[in-house]
């Protein structure tokens, strides 16, 4: 604390870089996980959500699989634990991770349940499309046509420019 004539203030916060982030001779500031660049100056946790396919919900529920520590930076990782994250992602139904979590129920052509993630996603998003279209049921042709797809009001609204729908 500070003396300033009768009154103590605190000393001046150090400033966020000095606290925000402890660096070791190990740390990475970009890796490069499933095709994807992620930063390594955030959480594990949040960090993971910068793969497609990957939310909050699902990218907590891979590290506490994996027992990586939520609170440590995703340059902190080593490779170990860099692969047990990638093994339980491509392989979540093995972990014991529930089939209401994973994100492609049921699938069309397999008939199983599955984590889509990286590439994966544009993909099966644009098989589903094209299916759609091909067996002709109302989105398909909505989707063919570029015409809003859910429902909504077409009269006065979305006039500039055209609707994309799910894609």
């Known amino acids: 604390q500070v003396f300033l004539g009768g009154l103590t203030a605190p000393k001046p916060a150090a400033t966020m870089a000095e606290n925000a982030l402890v660096q070791t001779d190990d740390f990475q500031h970009m890796l490069r996980v499933l095709n994807t660049n992620i930063d390594g100056r955030r959480t594990v946790v949040y960090a993971l959500t910068s793969i497609k396919g990957i939310g909050r919900r699902f990218a907590d529920l891979i590290c506490k ?34 089939s209401w979590f994973l994100n492609r129920q049921k699938d ?9 993630y990286a590439q994966n996603v544009a993909s099966s ?14 989105k398909g042709i909505r989707h063919y046509w570029g015409v809003r797809v859910r429902g909504q009001h077409t009269k006065t609204t979305g006039r500039r420019r055209t609707a994309v729908g799910m894609a």
């Open 65 to 98: 699989k994996a027992e990586v520590e939520v609170t440590k930076r995703a340059g902190e990782l080593d490779d170990e634990e860099v692969e047990r994250l990638i093994a339980i992602i491509a392989n979540p139904r093995h972990f014991e991770i529930p």
């Open 125 to 138: 998003l644009r098989d589903d499309l094209q299916r759609l279209k091909q067996i002709r049921s109302h």
């Open 108 to 116: 069309y052509k397999t008939g199983k349940d599955k984590q889509v």
